[in-house]
């Protein structure tokens, strides 16, 4: 092997370790919270609704987690052989093969978790498909749609366990008030809705990652035109709204708890 072969074998292994890192970065980044809160669904004193919301966060944080994890090992397999392809075969740009499998790692992460309906579209269009590039469309566009009633049905739950939450909290604090309650129960109280908030996070942030993953898929299918992807930017722009409407509600809850003014 000559000098310039164990240079290149060298470079490949620490791109590819490179890999590694960024999909066990993507793990991390979405596994448990630091939060010391309890969001589980287990928890036997939780209410329907909060346990309701537990369930519904618990299916967003494998979204999260998935589309992190699985996407990154994607790209990275892909993104780090074009690279590698590239720059250690002679045919990079820039002289940085680091930096080229980094880049490509992180468009594929991205990549990963909308995979689907990108690459059918992009196969299709390859093809000369016009009829498959439609229906890849159509795809995306029924999925965002079962998301959005979904996301719809956790808006309903979460405004369910915000106003209980609310309830709870005012009546503790008035019982503390009149020494009914020990500081330690109304402390009980507050960490249970910041378990309310910590299991809203996730699903909003599962939520968003979704919501991306279909502006992507939008701007990759444009080039078909305004008509053909019109429903899918009705049912983007549905689903922001609602993201909104769930994060100001998440965002109230939590300043009631910050400033103890609840009721």
Do not use: H
């Not at 609310?166 to 507050?190: C, F, G, P, V």
């Not at 809850?253 to 009721?263: F, W, Y």
């Amino acid at each position: 092997m000559t000098g310039t072969d164990k240079a290149q074998g060298g470079r490949k292994g620490l791109a590819l370790l490179l890999c590694a890192a960024l999909f066990l970065t993507g793990c991390a980044s979405t596994g448990v919270s630091d939060s010391p809160t309890d969001t589980s669904a287990s928890d036997p004193t939780l209410t329907p609704a909060e346990r309701a919301l537990r369930e519904q966060s618990n299916s967003y944080t494998a979204v999260v987690a998935g589309g992190a994890g699985v996407g990154a090992a994607i790209g990275c397999g892909v993104g780090a052989g074009v690279s590698l392809l590239g720059a250690f075969l002679g045919s990079g740009r820039n002289g940085n093969p680091l930096g080229n499998a980094a880049i490509l790692c992180a468009a594929g992460a991205v990549a990963g978790g909308i995979l689907g309906g990108i690459d059918g579209y992009n196969t299709a269009k390859e093809r000369g498909d016009q009829q498959g590039q439609l229906a890849a469309i159509q795809k995306t566009t029924d999925q965002l749609k079962a998301d959005n009633a979904k996301l719809e049905d956790s808006i309903r739950t979460a405004r369910t366990v915000i106003d209980q939450t609310r309830d709870r909290l005012s009546k503790a604090q008035a019982q503390y008030k009149r020494n009914e309650i020990t500081a330690a129960q109304l402390a009980r109280e507050n960490s249970r809705a910041q378990a309310n908030v910590a299991a809203l996070d996730t699903l909003i942030q599962g939520a968003q990652q979704q919501r991306d993953q279909a502006v992507a898929a939008a701007k990759t299918m444009q080039s078909s035109g305004p008509q053909a992807t019109a429903a899918l930017d009705t049912e983007i722009a549905n689903n922001a709204a609602k993201l909104t409407e769930l994060q100001k509600q998440r965002d109230l809850l939590a300043q009631d708890i910050a400033v103890g003014r609840i009721g």
